[in-house]
Every structure is written in structure tokens, then in C-alpha cells.
């Protein structure tokens, strides 16, 4: 069975442009949880959904926007991009509807922003 | 919203056991711990979760004092590949607080 697969792997982007990345859950997975991890710390929570409805949003500017499709996928969205948004994206999937609560959240490869 | 508190980095040899112990002195009733670990340019991996006493898998033990400030994650007999960051975290089982501290660094030699 396939993991949480994630959208692009890497992405070269300038400042101010727009850029969307992609997720899919792990089948029967109705959590999709993303994360930024810039390099040397932990991860941080930008949003979590859960049955198509935004169930937790982290402290991150209303240029980060996100949704949750009918078949559980997940996309976010960052306008007006600055170099301080590199880092890897993570996109995290698991049964429950709390992103790392009581039931195990499996986290995708990632995807590298860059910024220029 | 529980912080918690972990050594940087620790050192360890091939075939030794590794404990790493984590402070969060305000932790809430409702709150688990949870334990990840991360290799590099890779996302999280779950490795093992509790609320109270001792907690066991096929890949680690963690123990949890009668008071709950602390945790302990035990790794027996590591091995190189078990060279990562180990990232503790604390929240409720239904909530969505939970933060990712820096981690622990964990390093593995020969």
C-alpha cells in the first residue's frame, strides 16, 4: 500500500510568485495535516483538515491557504512568496482527526522550496 | 500548551542502549507523548506513544514517571542507521497543539 505521496519533490520558485503543493493521504486516511521544517529545527504546523473541514491552523500568515478534496487529497498554497518561506514541506495523513494525537500520523518525503 | 525540553545532541556506540529524556513540566491531564524520529530529508516517523508508566514496541520502551514531568525514550542496542533526530512531543489525543521542539540529535559510531 502507498504512503503519503507528496508533490513536487523539489521546487525553485522567486520571490513573489505563487506556488501550490500537492498531497495524498495514505487510502482511508481522512487527516491531512501540513508542516514547514525549516533546516536545523523541528517541524511546525501550518494546517490540519479532516473530512474536507479545516480542523487547526498554526501561526502562519494568510498567505498560506489550504484545502482537503472529496477523495481526502490535500493542497496548500503560499502567495507572495518570500525567501524566508524555504524549507521542506511536509504533509502528514492518519486515521483520527487530530494531526498527531491518539492515532499514528505518517508523514510524506516532503517537498523542498526554494526561494530566490 | 505543554513545552517540552531535550538534550541537543548525544553520542552513543554501536550496541549500546540510548536514553533519551525529555522534560515537560506543565503537561496536561489529557495530554500524550509521543515520540518521532527523523532522518535527513526525510518526514517524521512515529516510533512510540504513552500517557503513563511504561510503554513497549519491536523498536523502543518508553517510560513515564507516576508524576509525568518527564519522559524517557530507550533505544536498545542501536545501530548506525539509528543515527537521527529524535523529536518528543506532548498534546492531547484529540487536539491540535502539539510542537515539534528542535529534537535530538543522535549520533551512532562505529
Known amino acids: 500500500d502507498a504512503g503519503v505521496t507528496q508533490s513536487p519533490t523539489h521546487l525553485i520558485k522567486t520571490r513573489g510568485q505563487q506556488v501550490t503543493l500537492r498531497c495524498s493521504p495514505i487510502s482511508g486516511h481522512k487527516s491531512v495535516s501540513w508542516y514547514q521544517q525549516v533546516l536545523g529545527q523541528g517541524p511546525q504546523f501550518i494546517f490540519q483538515?479532516?473530512?474536507?473541514?479545516?480542523?487547526g491552523r498554526g501561526n502562519f500568515p494568510d498567505r498560506f491557504s489550504a484545502r482537503q478534496f472529496p477523495n481526502y487529497s490535500s493542497e496548500l498554497n503560499v502567495n507572495a512568496l518570500l525567501l524566508g518561506d524555504s524549507a521542506l514541506y511536509l504533509c502528514?495523513?492518519?486515521?483520527?482527526?487530530?494531526?498527531?494525537?491518539?492515532?499514528?500520523?505518517?508523514f510524506g518525503q516532503g517537498t523542498r522550496l526554494t526561494v530566490v | 500548551l505543554a513545552k517540552t525540553t531535550q538534550p541537543i545532541s548525544m553520542d552513543s556506540y554501536e550496541g549500546q542502549e540510548v536514553n533519551i529524556t525529555c522534560s515537560h513540566n506543565?503537561?496536561?491531564?489529557?495530554?500524550?507523548i509521543t515520540w518521532y524520529q527523523q532522518f535527513p530529508s526525510q518526514g517524521p516517523r512515529f516510533i512510540i506513544q504513552g500517557y503513563k508508566t511504561k510503554v513497549t514496541n519491536e523498536v523502543a520502551s518508553l517510560f513515564i514517571p507516576a508524576d509525568r514531568k518527564s519522559s524517557t525514550l530507550s533505544l536498545p542496542r542501536v545501530s548506525l542507521s539509528d543515527t537521527a533526530v529524535y523529536y518528543c512531543l506532548v498534546g492531547e489525543a484529540y487536539g491540535q497543539n502539539f510542537v515539534f521542539g528542535p529534537g535530538t540529535r543522535l549520533s551512532v559510531l562505529p
Open positions: 502528514a495523513s492518519s486515521l483520527g482527526d487530530s494531526p498527531l494525537g491518539y492515532t499514528e500520523a505518517f
Open positions: 506543565n503537561i496536561a491531564t489529557n495530554d500524550y
Open positions: 483538515y479532516y473530512e474536507k473541514e479545516e480542523r
